[in-house]
C-alpha cells in the first residue's frame, strides 16, 4: 500500500474523483456531472491518496485533503468552546478537510491518512491541525486508533451528519502517541511515499 501526495493533474484528478464518489455516497454532496469535487478551498489544499499497486481510480482505497491556509471551514462554520478562541487569530493553524476513503477499506486506509495529514503537518512547521468529523468517526479515531484528538467546539448537523469540531496540538498531544497508540506511532513513523 503507498501513500503519497497527488501532485500531478492525473493524481489531483483522481483525488477530485474520490472526493465527489465518496461524498456522494455518504450523502455529505449531491452528485454532480462531472463526478469531480472541487469548493473555494481546492486552491489552497494538498491532497494525499492512499492506493494499492498502480496509480488510477480503480486502485485508490483513501484520500484526504489539507488546506495550507485560511479561511478554514472549521473556525467558519462551527462555535469553539471558550477554551478554544484562541485557534481564531492563531497562526500555524492547517486544517484536514474531505477525509474520505473505500466503504470496503475503512480501517485499512483511515491510519495512512492520518500518516498524511500528520507528516505533511509537523514537517512543514504546524503547530495546530484542526478539521470537522463525522461523530462516528471521531468515536472510532479515538476509541480503535487511540488518536489523541480533542473535541474543540459544539457539535452540529453539517453536510449530511453531526459533526464536531477537533484540534490537536503538536506540542501538547502528539508526544502522547507513542504511549497511548504504539500502533499508530508505527504507521506514523513510516515515511510517505513519492509524489504522483
Same mark, same amino acid.
Given at each position: 500500500?503507498?501513500?503519497?501526495?497527488? /501532485?500531478?493533474?492525473?493524481?489531483? %484528478?483522481?483525488?477530485?474523483?474520490?472526493?465527489?464518489?465518496?461524498?456522494?455516497?455518504?450523502?455529505?454532496?449531491?452528485?454532480?456531472?462531472?463526478?469531480?469535487?472541487?469548493?473555494?478551498?481546492? %486552491?489552497? +489544499?494538498?491532497?494525499?491518496?492512499?492506493?494499492?499497486?498502480?496509480?488510477?481510480?480503480?486502485?485508490?482505497?483513501?484520500?484526504?485533503?489539507?488546506?495550507?491556509?485560511?479561511?478554514?471551514?472549521?473556525? /467558519?462554520?462551527?462555535?469553539?468552546?471558550?477554551?478554544?478562541?484562541? =485557534?481564531? +487569530?492563531?497562526?500555524?493553524?492547517?486544517? +484536514?478537510?474531505?477525509?474520505?476513503?473505500?466503504?470496503?477499506?475503512?480501517?485499512?486506509?483511515?491510519?495512512?491518512?492520518?500518516?498524511?495529514?500528520?507528516?505533511?503537518?509537523?514537517?512543514?512547521?504546524?503547530?495546530?491541525?484542526?478539521?470537522?468529523?463525522?461523530?462516528?468517526?471521531?468515536?472510532? +479515531?479515538?476509541?480503535?486508533?487511540? =488518536?489523541?484528538?480533542?473535541?474543540?467546539?459544539?457539535?452540529?448537523?453539517?453536510?449530511?451528519?453531526?459533526?464536531?469540531?477537533?484540534?490537536?496540538?503538536?506540542?501538547?498531544?502528539?508526544?502522547?502517541?507513542?504511549?497511548?497508540?504504539?500502533?499508530?506511532? %508505527?504507521?506514523?513513523?513510516?515515511?510517505?511515499?513519492?509524489?504522483?
Amino acid at each position: 500500500m503507498k501513500t503519497a501526495v497527488a /501532485e500531478s493533474a492525473y493524481a489531483r %484528478d483522481i483525488a477530485y474523483q474520490c472526493h465527489h464518489d465518496w461524498f456522494a455516497e455518504a450523502g455529505y454532496i449531491q452528485p454532480n456531472v462531472t463526478g469531480r469535487y472541487t469548493d473555494h478551498f481546492t %486552491d489552497r +489544499s494538498v491532497y494525499f491518496l492512499v492506493y494499492e499497486g498502480h496509480l488510477c481510480r480503480e486502485h485508490v482505497i483513501g484520500m484526504v485533503r489539507v488546506v495550507t491556509r485560511a479561511p478554514f471551514r472549521t473556525l /467558519e462554520e462551527f462555535t469553539l468552546y471558550d477554551e478554544f478562541q484562541y =485557534l481564531y +487569530s492563531e497562526p500555524g493553524i492547517m486544517e +484536514s478537510s474531505a477525509l474520505c476513503w473505500h466503504p470496503q477499506s475503512a480501517m485499512q486506509a483511515i491510519p495512512h491518512l492520518y500518516r498524511a495529514i500528520f507528516q505533511f503537518g509537523f514537517e512543514n512547521g504546524y503547530q495546530h491541525i484542526i478539521c470537522n468529523l463525522d461523530v462516528r468517526v471521531l468515536a472510532v +479515531s479515538q476509541r480503535k486508533l487511540k =488518536l489523541p484528538f480533542r473535541q474543540c467546539g459544539y457539535e452540529q448537523e453539517y453536510m449530511g451528519s453531526l459533526k464536531a469540531p477537533v484540534h490537536l496540538s503538536r506540542c501538547l498531544e502528539m508526544p502522547l502517541l507513542p504511549q497511548v497508540s504504539p500502533l499508530m506511532w %508505527d504507521i506514523m513513523s513510516q515515511p510517505l511515499d513519492p509524489p504522483v
